[in-house]
């Protein structure tokens, strides 16, 4: 549908304000009230319309008593007519007191990406820049070699102070979404050494990095390592029992004089995958998806996954002694707790299945899982067999290679680079993905208000008090943030808020989307109830793995005219968001401009939001 050309501005009186009237035609008619609620404006109906040379004119008129000065009527009229989808490029003649003057020349037309004004562009570009480097930073590679070192002479291996002696005696398993450039990056430390290897990765990953020219994140091809690919959807299958079975073969032979490398990133529990009989692959698919869209956390999925499957909690390490094993982890868990990542196959089990029966009943799954899941969690609750108090004598080596920290940390330096005053959130955000749009939503409104108000201006002490109590932020973060925006703003500078986490999404709808997604869409609407007016804000929310939920994008981006220009398409935001179908309104507008489209990244350390305000 084709809506609207602007024709001109006038500056007109109206009960002693002076008042911007915008004379807008449009094909077709909008609605009455159409324009309604943004920013300055305040009216447009019917009798402000009429007919200039075939097309409706509609007169929008907007309150100019809060303009301070050319500049800033300017700007603000920019942004009203991009909100509504249109491109200008006002240029003030003349204000002289309240008479009427044409603002805008030039042939008008609509709205188009390259017309968004460099100081949106730039800052999309800048937000998106400082994500992808978050993700090139802990790239697997380079994390590896942080932390492993081959001696000179090259016969012996040094993890966390310890060396272990190589004599053509190394294995190495792995499975996770980093685990190919964790493979490759010790297959050409320990080439040599190495008498094979079996790692389980997602399905499409080697044709993917290929083709995204990184094939440095890829087994070589004289590598002895085999790579297994499964799990689609993040789901465990087929491919990936079979990869799983072939890695309890390899580790089960293995004796005192080997090494066993073990690669572990997220993403492992569903591609190490072997449920103790008489559970069944789909019993195993049908719980794990009942509790990731029922809200469960990863703590809690993963508990129960320990439980009930043959190499979790710790029983791979078993199943390899006497060898010594090294465990190499890229963290994609909140406070990097070493037995949940990929279920921990390597560290000690520290759950019991009464807490299985536990989690099953907090999401109301007893009459939805299946029997022989509940058989068998009741039949450990009655033999009383609780898992082996683990000791400081656990066997085995771990490092943490990276992290959600690390990542965000760049994004941080990153952020400074291009500009921006960056404040570090922290890396363990969690909760509702809802719920932590809404935070991010007034978070933002807090810096608008903070930047032009009182610190004890009532609407400031309000959104504060709200943040604090509902939203559970720090009073000390938000003390950091005021003090950043007051420096960074009177430096002329924006701010880049950054943080990370693993939220979680009650799926009740039947869309397309994830927690990343979800996340933004809803601060999206929050952002629309706030007109801001004094400065630019750009939201981020991506899963660093590349793939968010169902949907095939990282995750998305917008500012507060994104639920404007949905609007005016006429699509219902409030439906995709409570029909978890966020994914689809991103492709949606603009040609999908709002989607952050990766594909794998080849790494995993959970999600990352990055907010970056400017003033304007
Ligand atoms: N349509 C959807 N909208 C929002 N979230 C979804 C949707 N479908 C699945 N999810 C959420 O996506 C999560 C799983 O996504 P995934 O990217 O595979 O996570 P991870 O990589 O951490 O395992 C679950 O928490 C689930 O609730
Ligand atoms: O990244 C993932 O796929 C999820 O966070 C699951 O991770 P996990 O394999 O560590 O359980």
Redesign the pocket.
């Known amino acids: 549908m084709t809506y609207t050309w602007y024709t001109g501005v006038q500056w007109q009186p109206l009960n002693g304000h002076p008042l911007l009237v915008l004379h807008v035609t449009c094909r077709p008619t909008p609605r009455q009230g159409l324009f309604l609620g943004h920013g300055h404006i305040y009216q447009t109906t019917r009798k402000h319309s009429g007919k200039v040379a075939g097309v409706t004119v509609i007169r929008m008129w907007a309150a100019t008593c809060k303009f301070h000065s050319r500049h800033h009527l300017q700007n603000s009229w920019k942004r009203i007519l991009q909100i509504q989808g249109f491109f200008c490029q006002p240029r003030i003649e003349q204000i002289s007191g309240c008479q009427s003057k044409r603002f805008f020349h030039g042939q008008p037309r609509r709205l188009l990406s390259q017309d968004i004004p460099p100081i949106t562009m730039a800052v999309r570009e800048d937000i998106l820049n400082i994500f992808n480097s978050a993700i090139e930073s802990v790239l697997p590679r380079q994390m590896v070699e942080r932390v492993v070192s081959l001696s000179e002479d090259g016969c012996s291996l040094t993890v966390n102070n310890e060396k272990f002696l190589l004599k053509k005696n190394v294995y190495v398993v792995g499975f996770g ?1 980093a685990v190919s450039g964790m493979a490759r990056a010790i297959d050409d430390l320990l080439h040599d050494h190495i008498i094979k290897g079996i790692i389980s990765i997602p399905v499409g990953s080697s044709e993917h990095l290929t083709m995204k020219g990184k094939s440095d994140l890829l087994v070589g091809e004289n590598s002895k390592i085999e790579v297994h690919e499964g799990a689609e ?2 789901l465990p299958d087929e491919a990936a029992v079979r990869a799983s079975l072939a890695i309890r073969d390899l580790v089960s032979d293995l004796t005192e004089e080997d090494v066993l490398i073990v690669l572990i990133s ?2 492992g529990s ?1 591609l190490l995958t072997a449920p103790c009989p008489p559970i069944t692959l789909r019993d195993m698919i049908t719980v794990t998806r009942m509790l ?4 469960a956390t ?1 703590f809690e999925l993963n508990t129960i996954r320990k439980n009930l499957e043959l190499l979790k909690g710790g029983k791979l390490l078993e199943m390899a002694l006497p060898a010594k094993v090294i465990s190499l982890v890229l963290s ?1 868990v909140v406070g990097d707790q070493l037995d949940m990542i990929a279920s921990g196959p390597t560290q000690p089990n520290f759950s019991s299945a009464e807490e299985c029966l536990k989690i099953i009943e907090k999401y109301d799954l007893g009459n939805k899982v299946p029997t022989s899941i509940i058989e068998f969690i009741q039949k450990k609750v009655e033999s009383g067999v609780r898992p082996a108090v683990p000791s400081d004598t656990w066997p085995g080596t771990t490092s943490i290679i990276g992290s959600n920290d690390f990542a965000t940390t760049i994004a941080c330096s990153k952020a400074a680079e291009l500009g921006y005053f960056p404040f570090l959130m922290g890396n363990s955000l969690e909760g509702e ?1 809802n719920t932590v749009g809404q935070m991010f939503g007034k978070l933002a409104k807090f810096i608008s208000l903070s930047f032009t108000s009182q610190p004890n201006n009532s609407r400031v002490k309000a959104l504060q008090a709200e943040l604090i109590g509902k939203f559970d932020v720090p009073k000390s973060t938000l003390s950091s943030i005021s003090s950043l925006i007051s420096k960074a703003f009177s430096a002329g500078h924006g701010i880049c808020l950054v943080s990370g986490g ?6 009740k ?7 990343a ?2 996340m933004v869409l809803s601060t999206a609407v929050q952002l629309n109830e706030f007109s801001f007016t004094n400065c630019h804000v750009e939201f981020l929310s991506g ?1 660093t ?1 590349g ?5 095939d994008a990282a995750g998305a981006v917008v500012n507060p005219d994104f639920i404007k220009q949905a609007q005016l398409m006429g699509l219902d935001p409030e439906l995709y968001l409570n029909n ?4 689809n309104l991103f492709k949606a507008v603009d040609k999908g401009s709002s989607l952050v489209v990766t594909g794998l990244t080849g790494t ?1 350390v ?2 990352i939001q990055i907010m970056i305000v400017t003033s304007v």
């Open positions: 979404k959807q993040n997220g993403g569903a990731s869209t029922a809200g990863i994609d993905a693993e939220t979680v999404v009650n799926v709808g039947t869309g397309t989307g994830g927690r997604q979800q899963a793995d793939m968010d939920g169902s949907s978890n179908d966020s994914s995993n959970m999600d």
